[in-house]
């Protein structure tokens, strides 16, 4: 029984659960839902938020598992994913170190600039893996749109991803 609810306890437990919840989301409604024919990424914000809550090192580990889980319902090479989400988690809690006093606003500017760097990198990707037509000057587009997209959002996942990942309270 202990370990049932160890299980339940555990941060990345609660991590795959919020990000069961996003990915439902990312396949059905922002899968349809397309401004400017771009599809927001909210998976992609999920890593980010998470590279802010709890900075780089775990953000890393966060955002590979958040990739991983898109990488499933994904025609893509499995990893391919969970590798850029790491490498955008980690962003986001590596440049966020170097504020100062953190804002609401700084938050939401390096959530936009990781989200940015991670609409770069994906496609780059996936076109190295053999991916054809998927670099194109749409991709300026998208990175408007859904760098736009995740600095409003990433307050309020941030909050979220930072109670999914909060350490378990010591036993007594």
Not at 45 to 71: E, Q, R
Not at 79 to 99: E, Q, T
Request: glycine residues 6%.
């Amino acid at each position: 029984m202990d370990a049932i609810i160890g299980i339940a306890e555990n941060k990345y437990t609660r991590l795959v659960l919020v990000g069961l919840l996003f990915l439902s989301l990312q396949t059905t409604i922002f899968n349809e839902m397309r401004p400017f024919n771009v599809c927001l990424q909210v998976m992609l914000l999920l890593a980010a938020s998470c590279g802010l809550a709890k900075g780089s090192s775990t953000g890393a580990v966060a955002g590979f598992i958040v990739g991983l889980l898109y990488d499933f319902v994904l025609t893509t090479p499995l990893g391919l994913c969970a590798a850029v989400f790491a490498l955008v988690a980690y962003l986001a809690g590596y440049a966020h170190s170097f504020v100062h006093e953190s804002t609401w606003w700084s938050r939401s500017l390096v959530a936009s600039a990781a989200s940015a760097v991670g609409m770069v990198v994906l496609p780059i990707a996936f076109t190295v893996t053999g991916a054809e037509g998927v670099l194109t000057l749409q991709i300026f587009t998208a990175v408007a749109v859904v760098s736009l997209f995740n600095a409003v959002f990433s307050v309020p996942v941030e909050i979220l991803c930072r109670w999914a990942l909060k350490d378990p309270a010591p036993v007594r």
